[in-house]
T-cell receptor, first 113, second 115 residues
Framework: AAGVIQSPRHLIKEKRETATLKCYPI?????VYWYQQGPGQDPQFLIS???????DKGSIPDRFSAQQFSDYHSELNMSSLELGDSALYFC????????????FGNGTRLTVT | AQSVAQPEDQVNVAEGNPLTVKCTYS??????LFWYVQYPNRGLQFLLK??????LVKGSYGFEAEFNKSQTSFHLKKPSALVSDSALYFC?????????????FGSGTRLSIRP
């Protein structure tokens, strides 16, 4: 079965650079979520989109922005990167129903040096 | 407010023995409860969920979980552990009125199965 696809798998950037992470949800899933997971921590919710509109906002820094496109893929844009942004970034998708589980991609490991 | 607690950072079990990973929760309404498993450098993988109905929920890879409303618990269980079950397990909860993005994850329990 098709899963959530994230690219790239690994990304190394320097401080103050920008990064763009991409997410392709499971076909027919209309909701996309972005999470950040630091070492040894549980995933922290950043932002979500439903039918290409932002549906919820979590602990996303102002330096980050995201959008969902007409083909339902989503991109997380990160600017003025800081060392503390180094983490695993997960995208998840689900159907719009309230009790659907989230299906996660394998993540992008961002390292800021 | 909603919260979820996994009281054990690590659980060690011998292969073939039963395993239990504990989870307790707090929500203002009826809970939607989930278990996820995470292997190294991989995303969280959905195992099972409780929404309503039978208190015993069966999921992937032989795992099951029991919803206990009076104890506000949703412990993950498996009758006979495999070495390949070794991974990080997350319990998650949200109340029935919250959007899916309001799901709260526990701090995770590392399950280690020794041969």
């Amino acid at each position: 079965a098709a899963g959530v696809i994230q690219s790239p798998r690994h990304l190394i950037k320097e401080k103050r650079e920008t990064a763009t992470l991409k997410c392709y949800p499971i076909p027919r899933h209309d909701t996309v979520y972005w999470y950040q997971q630091g070492p040894g921590q549980d995933p922290q919710f950043l932002i979500s989109f439903y039918e290409k509109m932002q549906s919820d906002k979590g602990s996303i820094p102002d330096r980050f922005s995201a959008q969902q496109f007409s083909d339902y893929h989503s991109e997380l844009n990160m600017s003025s990167l800081e060392l503390g942004d180094s983490a695993l970034y997960f995208c998840a998708s689900s159907l719009g129903t309230s009790n659907s589980p989230l299906h996660f991609g394998n993540g992008t490991r961002l390292t800021v040096t | 407010a909603q919260s979820v607690a996994q009281p054990e950072d690590q659980v060690n079990v011998a292969e073939g023995n039963p395993l239990t990973v504990k989870c307790t929760y707090s929500v203002s309404g009826n809970p939607y409860l989930f278990w996820y498993v995470q292997y190294p450098n991989r995303g969280l993988q959905f195992l099972l969920k409780y929404i309503t109905g039978d208190n015993l929920v069966k999921g992937s890879y032989g795992f099951e979980a029991e919803f206990n409303k009076s104890q506000t618990s949703f412990h993950l269980k498996k009758p006979s552990a495999l070495v390949s079950d070794s991974a990080l397990y997350f319990c998650a909860v949200r109340d029935e009125y919250s959007s899916a993005s309001k799901i709260i994850f526990g701090s995770g329990t590392r399950l280690s199965i020794r041969p």
